[in-house]
């Protein structure tokens, strides 16, 4: 994975599909007692993948807007974007100063509801899993790379972000619990 400098909605896309996909996988290979057993300091793989879902479903639907819209509702950027590392380094930063998901109930996943017909939950979770990112992929080819850097949207941990910067956190917090998915499930 790239994570110098700014990289282009090519690459951005890229690295999403190749977090998508080793999430989806490492989930699918769990058995179901591995993919729902938690432990008293540890999510189960089940609840790291529905807080990634309600993690990335505003974002996809957020990109799925007009840039008139997002700007109507958050603004535009007052500054230039930060890098891929620099975006990690305020988010690290963040959790070092002991921010937690669960300081934000929209996505701490004891919040996630299932529909009534729903027998396989991990199929499930997985299917919408990729759903999601399939919406913010596709949502990304609306934009062009300027407005990647003139939009804003909040983030609930480092503040008002870039959506070229919102782009990067999601890669890198795909990434960060994939590897609890795959801790979870050891």
Not at 131 to 155: C, F, K, M, S, T
């Amino acid at each position: 994975m790239q994570n110098v400098g700014m990289q282009t909605k090519t690459e951005i896309a890229e690295q999403l599909r190749e977090a998508q996909q080793g999430v989806a996988e490492s989930t699918r290979a769990l058995t179901p007692a591995q993919f729902n057993q938690q432990t008293d300091d540890r999510w189960a793989a089940a609840d790291y993948l529905a807080h990634l879902i309600l993690s990335v479903k505003p974002f996809a639907k957020a990109m799925s807007l007009p840039a008139e819209r997002v700007a109507s509702l958050f603004g535009q950027a007052d500054r230039p974007s930060r890098t891929y590392p620099e975006v990690i380094a305020l988010y690290d930063a963040r959790l070092a100063e002991g921010i937690r998901a669960e300081d934000n109930p929209l996505v701490v996943p004891m919040n996630y509801r299932f529909p009534d017909d729903v027998d396989d939950k991990q199929a499930y979770l997985i299917a919408t899993w990729l759903d999601g990112n399939e919406r913010l992929i596709n949502g990304l080819d609306q934009w062009d790379e300027a407005d990647l850097d003139r939009y804003v949207l909040p983030h609930p941990a480092i503040g008002m972000i870039t959506l070229r910067e919102m782009l990067y956190f999601t890669i890198h917090h795909n990434h960060m619990h994939l590897r609890d998915i795959e801790q979870a499930g050891a």
